[in-house]
């Protein structure tokens, strides 16, 4: 506290490479959370889209090695205003997808012209709200389905869900089918895709793509690497400012506390405990840096959480604080003001006692 601007120059450097530090460990984890809270909302584990509309009866995959379940989606493309429109109608006993809700509810049994929309068909239309109207042209026919409820999805494209006895009226035939498979690790996804789509080659059914939602999902992750990297680097040449600084500052604190060093050495204490007493401070220091990252790391986690979840979905997601972040910051701020003190410390620990009592 001698030189309390210099104090309050290093803490705050050092605070602020910690706070992007752990934010991106923070944003890391809470875009894991949302893959997993994503993989738990799907009972699927493939999803195949068909050439071109097909009636349902004809896809016969029951019999089909790893198949547990299928179940034939319908859908079609609409347009609603300049926004084109992914309309998807899941079977009325379906149990593969159970989404998250920003707002409202799901689809009931007993609905016939309601739709949930994605959040990224809101964010593609903001005038876009639960209790209002989705407008929707197809094929000359126009549809003002109610919306009843948001779904947070990691679909960035813009999709609404809507009964199927509404998408029948419009589409009778189907061109998706979620597949749920015995075993869900990477080989079962591939061995059971490549089952699925011989099934309805060897049927005459056309296959357009067997998307495994593992490849998805890791897609979607690997993606995620780029900002976690770019936000590592900037708190990395943050902490490197930092650490010239600690070592500064605790360079001139020995400087200006060798008579103390002089008098201590005169009372007994040896170079260990002198030494000591300077990677203490650089401790302290540290550790009041750690104190305050964390408290800032807060909003910064939130804001990018916010940011990244707009760009990628169209909505925040959720904050998330990793005690691992907070935990590895320490250590790391820790090592930092040893590495940054070793010189200084032995500097001090070496001062001659006589010079040192008559330093001005």
Known sequence: MRRRGRLALTVGTLAIAGATFVSALNVAAAWKQAIARDAAARGDDLEVLLAEPTDPARLALAGVTGVVRFEPWGGLGAESGDVRVSLLAPPDTARMFTPRLLAGRWLAAEDSAHVVITQ????????????????LRFKGRTLEPRIVGVARELMPSPVAYAPARLVRTLEPNVRLV????GAHDANAQREGA???????????????????????????????????????LAAALVLLVGAIGLASTLGM??????????????????????????????????ASSWAIALVLAVPLSA????????MFLGAPIELVLS???????????????????AYPAWRAARGNVREALVHE
């Open 323 to 341: 005690p691992l972040a907070a935990v590895a910051w320490l250590a790391v701020a820790l090592v930092i003001s040893l590495v940054a003190g």
């Open 253 to 286: 604190s020995v400087l200006e506390r060798t008579r103390e060093f002089g008098v201590l050495s005169a009372l007994g204490a040896g170079p260990r405990t002198i030494a000591f007493s300077v990677l203490v401070e650089g401790s302290a220091i540290a």
């Open 194 to 232: 490549a089952a699925v789509e011989r099934a309805l080659t060897d049927a005459g059914i056309g296959v357009a793509e067997v998307a495994r939602l593992g490849d998805r999902r890791k897609a979607f992750a690997d993606h995620l690497l780029i900002i976690d990297a770019a936000l590592l």
């Open 120 to 135: 990224a068909l809101a964010r593609a239309d903001r005038t876009l709200r639960v209790g209002g109207t989705l407008p």
């Open 303 to 310: 804001a990018l959480d916010a940011a990244t979840g707009s």
């Open 178 to 181: 979620r597949v749920a498979l």
